[in-house]
């Protein structure tokens, strides 16, 4: 199958998209994430047809309603509905492969060590999950609603393999920060045309078939997804595309669903010493190792009021930012959590530029002589990039806009008192993030984030050091290759008097477990759903 | 400095041996690291060569010959090669003669491969075999393995004492590390380039400008004619071209993409080779052989300092032909994912990828050599990934350093070196660190 070129609008069928693609439903206090598996094809057929998940269009109401289900397979469990093997290879490779079937995929993920997927509590083998049923409801409700829908699919021969529960923490995640502030902005009247000269900047806006299948990506084109011959059983449920092949992505999305439990204690036990250690106080450090502040807004130092398109004055001085004006990391550190999972880079370093210097960007070169304190302006030539070359560790880390992700998670577990003193014999209950994030390109979306950024020792040219929540600290590369090299530090250039370098820093963030999700357009869950 | 050279050893494998002598490379890796050199494997003792960078042995065969069904005049079989490749400092020539002193080893592989017997001469053999690349790109010419590892070293010592050392002012920092760091052995000062280097170096900077003159002052107007006819006929050529060559599918082999990633993510550089057919006509090749010339010539001459054009990944890369041009291979050594390489490659240089491969059968089509292609982002990352090969043998003398470590650790090291630094320099070298 080829990616199509198309100019062409396609109308947006409201009543065909889930809604978690444009909203978290944060009216709805409580989640319950249903994991189940398919014993009998037909009757778990026939629970599906049974099921009305919220459509986008009931957005327009005044308020959505107060029970919510949205629904999403993996490519197991799409093959235990009986789809043939013919048409589930044309959904992208890394579904079909899944999250932790793959020594490579793991590698790449981080999921080694403590994180490899034999110590997950589900997502593989027997827990290897064919359906997530997404709910969400009050407080009060989630528990019987969870029950009636759970007692309808083990009616209809399913099995559970887990109820995951959410807990509400006010927009704050367990360590303490307010999460969920960047979220890229989709382009859902879409007026965007990707790649002009604009791109050169960083943008927040991105082309809607960077989230939902059968739109136009950041390339203009169309995202592979299966298309089905005219020939195929009950291709008529299903919307045609232009080539009048029914049209199983349309309105789709690939869902994420990892989750990850949080050393709290841990976390602020380390920082703690770290903060005495520097001479700084333990918020400080906590915060320059995220990269925001405890309440969101972004790091001093960094200007903001910045126009980014795609970034609306709901989310002045809080991410109207840019980290161009930081190349070093002196205000944010280039390590810092916020800065690896969206560096915020256009296509070109340092932005827009005139006629010339675009053309000689192009060749790795500039007429913009660098000034800016770094090495590259160091008296010494031998040995240096010189101008007029870009120097290559500004340019590690660009067009941001082929890698973003829609988070859609949720806080779990009861959250700790960093203040209370604890009793390490005793474990603490677990509490952490289900992060659930939606992309249209599994490899070069939400892959690419987590392997080349946060779980990379060696993003945007640090050494030695993975993302400071998240990395599992895993010695790369390991015995026999080399000596085991360290991925556990920190750097925080802008540690007066000379940059602090941190070491042996403990895995703060275990992943417990996960899988790659296909959301269906709800003419694509018919089509599943048919006999 | 020391100049990096290279020497490629390309054989025909005789067909029955083929898989004796892959079970053969097999045991030169580690058990459980697909492809990954054992340096101490008993074949080839890839450590007791200082001067190599990297190296590789690849049996290239060809997944893609099936392609040539649109082209009836293409033969539909072609020979497997055995490809001994490696990067070094220094003289190739001199590095081969070495291997060749401990026979055993290369003759047990290369006994696999058509007209080699017991009493062939060895090194004449290999010399004989050895193919000049189209197009060769070094990451950052002068920069030897002993200066890596003795600088990899100095930034590991540095960084250690320097966690130990309190807050003080920059200059008693420097002088405290300074005075804390012991190397086991003093920094090795780069050695004067060889001249007859230089002189081949200059000569190849000057060629086409002295190749243009002479033109010009003998033959003004018979000169801008050709070219201006010429560049005329090119681009009518170029885009009747463009529009009728055949689309072949590229389809995602899921299982072959499985094996290829076996040997990936070992180590934070990763191999690359791939081959594939060149489409026939003299149209194709001669402009694939301008283009790679042109390549080889701004890769030797202005991309010599850490990036090719904004890529700044790249270890060591070749463009080879073969079978007179009708196939050609390309490998390289690069820094993080495949995904990662791919879309740096497209996002940054996706042009570059245009003219260097859009010769190739079933590239995805361009617009003027430069636009689209390698843009058409999922059916080029099938197109690459369905032409890559498994690289049986790969070798790297730096485990875990990126180009990016061996720039900053280089410039760690003129610090340490410089004689006097200003506070602020010193700051700026502290945070290298």
């Given at each position: 199958m080829t990616a199509r070129e198309t100019n062409m609008r396609r109308e947006i069928d409201a009543t065909d998209i889930q809604a978690i693609a444009r909203t978290a439903f944060g009216s709805h206090k409580s989640a319950r994430y249903v994991l189940l598996r398919v014993v009998q094809p037909s009757a778990a057929r026939q629970w599906l047809r049974g099921l009305t998940p919220t459509s986008l269009a009931k957005m327009s109401l005044k308020e959505l309603p107060p029970e919510i289900s949205q629904i999403a397979f993996t490519a197991e469990g799409l093959r235990a509905l009986g789809i043939k093997d013919t048409i589930l290879q044309q959904f992208s490779p890394e579904f079909v492969d899944g999250i932790a079937n793959n020594d490579n995929r793991s590698r790449r993920l981080g999921d080694?060590?403590?994180?490899?997927?034999?110590?997950?509590?589900?997502?593989?083998?027997?827990?290897?999950?064919h359906i997530l049923l997404m709910l969400f409801s009050t407080v009060e409700q989630i528990k019987a609603l969870t029950d009636r829908m759970l007692d309808q699919a083990l009616a209809a021969g399913l099995s559970k393999v887990d109820i995951l529960s959410d807990s509400d923490m006010d927009n704050t995640e367990p360590f303490g920060f307010r999460d969920g502030i960047s979220q890229p902005t989709f382009d859902w009247d879409r007026p965007r045309i990707p790649g002009t000269k604009a791109d050169q900047d960083y943008t927040n806006l991105l082309a809607l078939g960077e989230l939902l299948l059968g739109y136009r990506n950041e390339y203009g084109l169309l995202t592979d997804r299966p298309l089905l011959a005219a020939s195929e059983k009950n291709v008529d449920i299903l919307p045609k595309d232009l080539t009048d092949h029914g049209d199983l992505g349309l309105n789709g999305s690939y869902l994420v669903y990892r989750q990850l439990a949080q050393d709290v204690a841990g976390f602020w036990r380390w920082v703690a010493g770290e903060a005495a250690r520097s001479g700084i106080t333990k918020e400080q450090q906590a915060e320059s190792m995220v990269g925001r502040k405890l309440d969101g807004s972004p790091l001093p130092d960094l200007p903001v009021g910045r126009s980014i398109p795609g970034v609306d004055e709901r989310y002045s001085g809080r991410n109207d930012f840019l980290f161009d004006t930081d190349p070093d990391g002196l205000s944010c550190p280039v390590g810092a959590h916020i800065r690896r999972a969206n560096p915020r880079t256009g296509d070109v370093p340092g932005g827009r530029k005139g006629p010339l210097d675009s053309l000689l960007t192009i060749l790795g070169l500039t007429t913009r002589r660098d000034r800016r304190p770094t090495s590259s302006t160091l008296p010494w030539r031998r040995n240096t990039t010189v101008w007029p070359f870009i120097r290559s560790e500004d340019d590690a880390v660009a067009s941001a806009r082929f890698h973003r992700i829609l988070r859609r998670g949720r806080e779990y577990g009861s959250k700790p008192d960093p203040d209370l003193g604890h009793d390490p014999a005793i474990p603490a209950p677990e509490t952490g993030i289900h992060f659930l994030c939606l992309n249209a390109n599994i490899a070069r979306q939400f892959e690419f984030v987590q392997g080349a950024w946060i779980a990379s020792a060696k993003f945007a040219a640090l050494a030695g050091e993975q993302d400071p929540l998240l990395g599992n600290r895993e010695p790369f590369p390991t015995n026999p290759i080399a000596d085991p090299q360290p991925t556990d530090g920190f750097t925080r250039p802008g540690a007066p008097p000379h940059c602090r370098h941190a070491s042996g820093l403990p895995q703060f963030v275990r992943v417990r477990g996960g899988a790659y999700f296909f959301l269906p357009g709800l003419a694509a869950l018919r089509w599943i759903a048919s006999d | 400095m020391i100049p990096q050279d290279s020497f490629i050893i390309v054989a025909k494998i005789d067909p029955v041996q083929l898989d004796k002598l892959r079970s053969l490379l097999k045991t030169m890796t580690f058990a459980d690291r697909t492809g990954m050199a054992d340096p101490d494997n008993p074949l080839v003792r890839f450590r007791d060569f200082d001067e190599i960078h990297f190296a590789r042995f690849v049996v290239l065969a060809d997944n893609t010959l099936n392609d040539r069904a649109h082209y009836p005049q293409l033969p539909s079989r072609e020979p497997f090669y055995l490809c001994f490749m490696v990067d070094c400092d220094g003289s190739a020539d001199e590095l081969l003669a070495r291997m060749a002193q401990r026979p055993d080893g290369l003759r047990t592989i290369f006994g696999h491969c058509e007209e080699f017997g017991q009493t062939t001469d060895l090194l004449g053999w290999l010399r004989a075999h050895r193919v000049k690349p189209a197009a060769s790109y070094v990451n950052w010419v002068g920069r030897s393995v002993g200066q890596v590892r003795e600088e990899a070293r100095l930034h590991d010592l540095l960084r250690a004492a320097l966690s130990g050392i309190e807050k003080s002012e920059p200059q008693k920092i420097l002088v405290r590390l300074r005075q804390s760091i012991m190397l086991p052995e003093p920094l090795k000062p780069a050695p004067p380039t060889p001249l007859s280097w230089r002189i081949r170096n200059v000569a190849h900077l000057l060629l086409p400008f002295v190749v243009a003159l002479v033109c010009l002052a003998l033959f003004p107007i018979i000169t801008i004619v050709l070219l201006g006819v010429g560049s005329v006929l090119f681009v009518i050529a170029l885009r009747w071209h463009e529009q009728t060559d055949p689309f072949v599918d590229q389809p995602y082999d899921a299982n072959r993409v499985a094996e290829l990633r076996g040997g990936e993510d070992h180590d934070v550089t990763n191999q690359y080779t791939a081959m594939g057919s060149i489409k026939p006509g003299r149209f194709r090749l001669w402009t694939e052989v301008a283009i790679l010339y042109g390549i080889n010539w701004v890769a030797r001459h202005i991309f010599t300092r850490g990036s090719l054009a904004r890529i700044g990944t790249i270890h060591f890369a070749h463009w080879v032909f073969l079978d007179q041009g009708r196939r050609a291979f390309f490998c390289s050594n690069y820094d993080g994912g495949h995904e990662a390489y791919m879309d740096d490659f497209i996002n940054k240089a996706g042009f570059g990828l245009n003219l260097s491969f859009s010769s190739g059968i079933g590239y995805p089509t361009t617009d003027w050599l430069l636009a689209r292609g390698a843009w058409l982002e999922q059916e080029f990352k099938r197109f690459q990934r369905r032409h890559q090969i498994p690289t049986d043998v790969w070798y790297k003398a730096y485990p875990g350093l990126t180009a990016h470590d061996l720039a900053r650790n280089s410039r760690i090291r003129n610090g340490f070196e410089k004689a006097a630094m200003s506070d602020d320099e010193i700051r700026r070298w502290l945070a290298e660190i």
């Open positions: 080694t060590g403590a994180n490899a997927p034999t110590n997950w509590r589900w997502g593989v083998g027997e827990k290897e999950a | -």
